[in-house]
């Protein structure tokens, strides 16, 4: 005896088939419902037939909502940097608009370059400059 499918284009297949041979061959099978299995499958393929279109329409809405989002950025980063050329150098008043002063860069803990003098291997004479 066949296995019943498992993915779900191989069941909708089956149904089909189902659907048709219950109805060319009713003499073979009085005991079916084919009305209630044809309505099951047109209930089905309604509803994945919503899923898709809501699908596409879910994907359209979020290219939407990524361009504006872009164009929000922009508009953002530009009405930003006039505020920062009117408040000049009083950067504090950045922090009224949710914005700071320019960050200064900082330097490095460690920025100074030593030179150390450290042996390889104890059985070696030579001993080799390391910079840290």
């Known amino acids: 005896m066949p296995k019943f ?20 061959h009713a003499a073979d099978f009085p005991s079916t419902e084919v009305d209630a299995l044809s309505m099951a499958y047109s209930t089905y393929y309604n509803v994945k037939i919503a899923q898709i ?9 979020t290219e939407q909502k990524d361009t504006k989002l872009a164009a929000l950025i922009e508009k953002m980063k530009a009405e930003l940097k006039k505020s920062e050329v009117d408040v000049g150098s009083d950067s504090e008043k950045l922090e009224y608009i949710g914005w700071g002063p320019k960050a200064t860069p900082a330097q490095p803990a460690h920025f100074k370059s030593c030179i150390q003098k450290i042996s390889v291997n104890p059985c070696l004479k030579n001993s080799v400059l390391v910079r840290v």
């Open 53 to 61: 279109q809501a699908l596409a329409a879910a994907q359209v809405a």
């Open 5 to 24: 499918p498992k993915r779900q284009a191989d069941i909708e297949a089956l149904a089909v088939v189902m659907i048709v041979g219950y109805w060319n």
